[in-house]
C-alpha cells in the first residue's frame, strides 16, 4: 500500500509564505514525476508544479517566479515553499506522485492540504 500525506497548509495573509510537504510512504521501489496540484471552490483541478526524479521542474504561469518546488529522493519527499501569496491562491493542495510498485507504475494523489490566504 503507498501513500502520499500532505502537510504545512493553514491559513496565511496576503502577500505571506507557507511550506507545503509530501511525504510518500509504503512498498515503494521507485518514485519518477511528481508534483502539486490545486483546486479552489468551483474550479477543476490544476497544475501548480512538478519535479522530474533527477530535479527538472515545471511551473504554472500563475505561480512562476513565487512558488518553488523541492524534491528530498532519499525520503520520498518533496515540498512547495509558497511566497507572495494572494487570495487566488487559496485551494487545497494536493500531492500527486508516478511511483513504481514491483512492476508496474502507478498514479497516486494525497488527500488535499488546505491553504487559505486571507487577511
Known amino acids: 500500500q503507498v501513500q502520499l500525506v500532505e502537510s504545512g497548509g493553514g491559513l496565511v495573509q496576503p502577500g505571506g509564505s507557507v511550506r507545503l510537504s509530501c511525504a510518500a510512504s509504503g512498498s515503494i521501489f521507485s518514485i519518477y514525476n511528481m508534483g502539486w496540484y490545486r483546486q479552489a471552490p468551483g474550479k477543476q483541478r490544476e497544475l501548480v508544479s512538478t519535479?522530474?526524479?533527477?530535479?527538472?521542474?515545471n511551473y504554472a504561469d500563475s505561480v512562476k517566479g513565487r512558488f518553488t518546488i523541492s524534491r528530498d529522493n532519499t525520503n520520498n519527499t518533496i515540498y512547495l515553499q509558497m511566497n507572495s501569496l494572494n487570495a487566488e491562491d487559496t485551494a487545497v493542495y494536493y500531492c500527486?506522485?508516478?511511483?513504481?510498485?514491483?512492476?508496474?507504475?502507478?498514479?497516486?494523489w494525497g488527500q488535499g492540504t488546505q491553504v487559505t490566504v486571507s487577511s
Open positions: 500527486n506522485a508516478d511511483i513504481k510498485i514491483h512492476v508496474s507504475v502507478r498514479n497516486y
Open positions: 519535479i522530474t526524479r533527477s530535479g527538472l521542474t
